[in-house]
């Protein structure tokens, strides 16, 4: 059964940096698109980032210029690098594997991981 395991959470001032990593098991992360997702409660989840299996990314408006999403297959890990975080950024970040939206994708998720912005 295919797990996705994400780290790198935790409270930060605005202005700092932190870097979520999501692991998936199985060897097959270079096959589909790896999305991260955040919510706030009462809210929907967000897409914020998405990278292809040929590396392509795309960035939700408000986090272009400061996230970066990458992978590295030989960890089997995708990350994302989160510079110049605002207090907007607060939320609890989700990791997904396949096309965003999909009903494929819909099986594919971690368990989240914290992030809180404040000073």
């Known amino acids: 059964q295919v797990q996705l395991v994400e780290s790198g959470g935790g409270s930060v001032q605005p202005g700092g940096s932190l870097r979520l990593s999501c692991t998936i098991s199985?060897?097959?992360?270079?096959?589909?698109?790896v999305n991260w997702y955040r919510q706030v409660p009462g809210n929907q989840r967000e897409l914020v980032a998405t990278i292809d299996s040929g590396g392509q990314t795309n960035y939700t408006d408000s986090v272009k210029g400061r996230f970066t999403i990458s992978r590295d297959n030989a960890k089997n890990t995708v990350y994302l690098q989160m510079n110049e975080l605002k207090p907007d950024d607060t939320a609890a970040y989700y990791c997904?594997?396949?096309?965003?939206?999909?009903?494929?994708?819909?099986?594919?998720w971690g368990q989240g991981t914290q992030v809180t912005v404040s000073s």
């Open positions: 199985g060897s097959i992360i270079h096959i589909f698109a």
């Open positions: 997904n594997m396949g096309d965003p939206g999909s009903a494929f994708a819909q099986h594919y």
